[in-house]
T-cell receptor
Framework: GENVEQHPSTLSVQEGDSAVIKCTYS??????FPWYKQELGKRPQLIID?????GEKKDQRIAVTLNKTAKHFSLHITETQPEDSAVYFC???????????????FGKGTLLTVNP | EAEVAQSPRYKITEKSQAVAFWCDPI?????LYWYRQILGQGPELLVQ????????DSQLPKDRFSAERLKGVDSTLKIQPAELGDSAMYLC????????????????FGEGSRLTVL
C-alpha cells in the first residue's frame, strides 16, 4: 500500500518567517495530494490540494509544489502568523480499489508553532 | 454550512467492554470513511464505504471491529471487546462520489469521538 513520510515532525518559526513542510510518497499511481490543518481539539480541515497534472498551486500565503518524478510534495507558508500554529498533515491518494473514490493515506503530521 | 456529525464526543470504557460510535455524513455524500488517529500521529483509514458497500476494510481489525452503513447514509463503528490499545480519536469523514474532474476529492471530517480504554 501507499506510504507517506512527512518531515519535520515539529517546526518552530518566528512570526513573519516562512515555513516549509515536506512529504514523500511511494505509490506512483497516486494523483491527488491534499494538505490538512488540525488545530488543537478540532477536526482536520483542507487548506490546499494539488493534482498530479499541476506542479504548483498558490492560495494567498499558502503554496504547494509537486515533483512527481521524485515523488515528493511540499507545503510552503509565507509571512507566518500565530494563528497558523497547528498540526499540518499531508496526504497522498488515488482511486480506491473499488474505483469509486479517492483513498487517502496521511503522513504523521507536523506541529507548527509560530512565535509572536 | 453542512457538517459531519459524530457521537459521542468522548467515551471512557473499561477493557473488554463494547463501544459504538455513530456518524452522519454530509447529505448527499456517497463516500464515508472511518479513520483512527492515535495521539501525535496522522489519521489511519479503518474502513471506507461507497453508499452501503464496503470498498476498503483492509486495515480494520475484524476480530474486534465492525462497521456498517445499512441504508447508505449514517454509519456505526463498533469495537467489542475494547482493548487498551484502542484508545484513540475515531474520525468519520465523507466526500462526494465520482472521482471525476468536478469531484474535488475533499474529505470533510467530523469532530471525532475520543475513546479512552481503562
Amino acid at each position: 500500500g501507499e506510504n507517506v513520510e512527512q518531515h519535520p515532525s515539529t517546526l518552530s518559526v518566528q512570526e513573519g518567517d516562512s515555513a516549509v513542510i515536506k512529504c514523500t510518497y511511494s505509490d506512483s499511481a497516486s494523483n491527488y495530494f491534499p494538505w490538512y490543518k488540525q488545530e488543537l481539539g478540532k477536526r482536520p480541515q483542507l487548506i490546499i490540494d494539488i493534482r498530479s497534472n499541476v506542479g504548483e498551486k498558490k492560495d494567498q500565503r499558502i503554496a504547494v509544489t509537486l515533483n512527481k518524478t521524485a515523488k515528493h510534495f511540499s507545503l510552503h507558508i509565507t509571512e507566518t502568523q500565530p494563528e497558523d500554529s497547528a498540526v499540518y498533515f499531508c496526504a497522498s491518494g488515488g482511486f480506491s480499489s473499488g474505483g469509486s473514490n479517492y483513498k487517502l493515506t496521511f503522513g504523521k503530521g507536523t506541529l507548527l508553532t509560530v512565535n509572536p | 454550512e453542512a457538517e459531519v456529525a459524530q457521537s459521542p464526543r468522548y467515551k471512557i470504557t473499561e477493557k473488554s467492554q463494547a463501544v459504538a460510535f455513530w456518524c452522519d455524513p454530509i447529505s448527499g455524500h456517497a463516500t464515508l470513511y472511518w479513520y483512527r488517529q492515535i495521539l501525535g500521529q496522522g489519521p489511519e483509514l479503518l474502513v471506507q464505504f461507497q453508499d452501503e458497500s464496503v470498498v476498503d476494510d483492509s486495515q480494520l481489525p475484524k476480530d474486534r471491529f465492525s462497521a456498517e452503513r445499512l441504508k447508505g447514509v449514517d454509519s456505526t463503528l463498533k469495537i467489542q471487546p475494547a482493548e487498551l490499545g484502542d484508545s484513540a480519536m475515531y474520525l468519520c469523514a465523507s466526500s462526494s462520489s465520482g472521482g471525476g474532474e468536478q469531484d474535488t476529492g475533499e474529505l470533510f471530517f467530523g469532530e471525532g469521538s475520543r475513546l479512552t480504554v481503562l
